[in-house]
């Protein structure tokens, strides 16, 4: 369990997490939802939030589903916690249709420019995405557990051709980071981790 702006019942927790066990997952486990959920206090003690218990449900459900090399993972997360506020926080008050749309926005990253989101939803995406501007090990971690979870899924070769497209695009854009709060702070840093990690794999 961790602290948040609405209390979940524990049975709801317990569903939640198991959820990220399965599968077994090298990166996309609840430690990420951790991470993420750390960039979330880092804005709510900056810019701010203003659907703040909205942000947080979908931080703790945007990789519930996730099977690699899948094309639903979000639409399936995004149902999943549509059922879960349905069944645990009925009462809540909770605007369900803007929890489903930022978790289904995790399904364009690298896809998307500053304009095409609002300014709430880029704070949310760059959470997700802060990684990429993490110091060098941390990041090298990162990549590698991807590496690992799609192992078995996907076959080696097409999974490097991939993985390199998608580093070389993100390397490519204008801007990686959507909102000027994580683009001030982590551009630089992504930019390094992504020519580094480009070069390991030619």
Known sequence: MVDGPLALPEAQWAELEAAYRMPARAYHHFGHV???????????????????????????YHDAVY????????????????????????????????????????????????????????????????????????????????AREYRGHVPAVLYRVRRRAFLKGLLARERIFLSDFFHARLDAQARANLRRALSAKR
């Open 34 to 60: 951790r991470e993420v959920l750390a960039h979330y206090d880092e804005v709510a003690r900056g810019p701010g939030w203003r659907q703040r218990r909205e942000v947080w449900l979908a931080v703790l």
């Open 67 to 146: 099977v690699p090399g899948r094309g639903d993972n979000e639409a399936r997360s995004a149902e999943l916690a549509r059922e879960a506020v349905g069944r645990w926080l009925p009462e809540a008050g909770l605007d369900v249709a803007r929890i489903e749309k930022l978790i289904l926005l995790t399904a364009r990253h690298g896809a998307l420019a500053p304009g095409e989101v609002d300014h709430e939803a880029a704070l949310f995406l760059d959470c997700d995405m802060a990684i990429l501007g993490a110091p060098a090990e941390r990041f090298d971690a990162y990549d590698a557990a991807i």
